[in-house]
């Protein structure tokens, strides 16, 4: 993307929905006032706990627009022409005051439907977690409660993900779920990689939290697509159906092959894949091969 393709679109879009946003709490925080009045006047404790539910509503709501207009404001300047284009991602790694972040959203079997990273290191883990189907955000998603490993715990917890990992350089992971009380399950998670001390647990990461699932998930005006940062892996899905056909397996077992094979080389699984959509990688059932004459 260029600063004027699609770049004012997504400033505008992220304006407006900072304003809804701000608009909501507002309203939350209204509604929260009159129940705790009610609480005062009748002693009634659910009047208070609906007022308490409000307040955190509304804590969200005003999470979900500082994220959005801070985005807003860095595409603004980038399309000034200073600066890489802005990754909302990367916005949200500092609002944790972390150095890198990722959000996953997931099917209903817990199995990767689309990442979106605040840079290259946490796109990295993230596709770790994919090709080795082990890892902080899916436990998250699978138990539906946080998670959080340091040191030697994030080795003896997940034995294949966990050395991969730390290679990396990464000493901490949390990961949370995006989860909702109407949800029969989870839909994604937020993992933040070496956050800072006091952050997890806190009322603003669980704010942050609660804003992204609004953000992506519950809002009228959600954005699963994070103003185009989301990654739905699209060339993966492509080569492991073309490797099914070469094959003749199904296209689990094909994508299978391929998570295999890029780990076993070391390879970025996007890399891997694109170079077997482009035909310069075949699969036959010995393994890959350059394409052309032997």
Known sequence: MTPGDGCAGQVAAAWRRAAAARLRAERAEESAERYEAYALESGHAPNADLAAALRRSAACHRSSAELQEAFARRMAKW???????????????????????????????????????????????????????????????????????????????????????????????????????????????LA??????????????????????????????????????TDHRDSVQQAAGMVSVHVGCRVDDALALIKARAFSR????EALTRAIVAGD??????????????
Do not use: K
């Open 79 to 189: 399309a000034q022409g200073r600066g890489e284009p802005p990754r909302f991602m990367a916005g949200v790694a500092e609002a944790c005051g972390a150095d890198s972040a990722a959000l996953i959203l997931v099917d209903a079997r817990n199995s990767q439907l689309a990442v979106a990273a605040s840079g290259e290191p946490a796109r990295a883990a993230q596709d770790l977690e994919f090709v080795l189907g082990e890892g902080p955000s899916r436990d998250a998603t699978t138990h539906r409660s946080l998670v959080v490993a340091t040191g030697d715990a994030i080795e003896t917890r997940w034995p294949c993900y966990g050395p991969a990992l730390t290679a990396l350089g990464v000493r901490e992971v949390a990961a949370a779920p995006l989860d909702t009380a109407a949800s029969a399950r989870c839909l994604g998670a």
């Open 192 to 229: 933040v990689f070496d956050p800072p001390p006091g952050l997890v647990g806190s009322r603003a990461f669980d704010e942050l939290v609660g804003a992204l699932t609004r953000l992506v998930l519950r809002d009228p005006d959600a954005d699963p697509e994070l103003y185009g940062g």
């Open 266 to 269: 070391g390879m970025p699984l």
């Open 281 to 294: 990688l075949t699969f036959a059932p010995e393994g890959f091969a350059p394409e052309g004459p032997s």
